[in-house]
């Protein structure tokens, strides 16, 4: 059965320093997994996707992601954080059938001054 | 732009009331989801549709109902509120295909029940 685990419930960094969110995900078929962010009192947004095409995938707002098959992981970098990317992000992967996505418990992201 | 709107950002209901939460999406999308986000609990599927009068289970069904009578309208009723289903819930819609299509969230309803 597919799962997906995300290491840290809280991250905190300094505004500017590298910005590393974990992921690893459990599938019995090609996986196809996701990045979301959720800002306060906001619904989520795709920030990026893995579909087997290439496996470092860029997203917006300078992020990006490496699938990485050996290890089972999909996790989330930016290299320099800024104030506005303080939200909640959720790794994603879609389940065996297709038809649903099944969430992380998700990684609430702290940007310092 | 896709945009799937929820009826209510915020709700307040009684135990016992019969709650309507109602989701619209307007791209035209086969399918559509209801997940509930709870703290430290990421987000969990209710029930999904792939189509008009199409519905299936996902992983926490119970005390919920949908209706889905329209390809751009879903549905979920409470259909005798209690409070553990104090939640935020989230809408979303996505195109048919083979699970590499992102879903598009509205911004949640969050309901409180008393």
């Known amino acids: 059965a597919q799962s997906v685990t995300q290491l840290g419930s809280h991250v905190s960094v300094s505004e500017g320093a590298l910005v590393l969110l974990r992921c690893n995900y459990s599938?019995?078929?090609?996986?196809?997994l996701f990045w979301y962010v959720q800002y306060p009192n906001q619904g989520l947004q795709l920030l990026l996707k893995y579909t087997s095409a290439a496996t470092l995938v860029k997203g917006i707002n300078g992020f990006e992601a490496e699938f990485k098959k050996s290890e089972t992981s999909f996790h989330l970098t930016k290299p320099s954080a800024h104030m506005s990317d303080a939200a909640e992000y959720f790794c994603a992967v879609s389940n065996q059938a297709g038809t649903a996505l099944i969430f992380g418990k998700g990684t609430t992201l702290s940007v310092s001054s | 732009d896709v945009k799937v709107t929820q009826s209510s950002r915020y709700l307040v209901k009684r135990t016992g009331e019969k709650v309507f939460l109602e989701c619209v999406q307007d791209m035209d999308h086969e399918n559509m989801f209801w997940y509930r986000q709870d703290p430290g609990l990421g987000l969990r599927l209710i029930y999904f549709s792939y189509d008009v009068k199409m519905k299936e289970k996902g992983d926490i069904p119970e005390g919920y109902s949908v209706s889905r009578e329209k390809k751009e309208r879903f549905s979920l009723i409470l259909e005798s509120a209690s409070t553990n289903q104090t939640s935020m819930y989230l809408c979303a819609s996505s195109p048919p295909g083979q699970g590499y299509n992102e879903q598009f969230f509205g911004p949640g309803t969050r309901l409180t029940v008393l």
């Open positions: 599938s019995s078929v090609p996986p196809y």
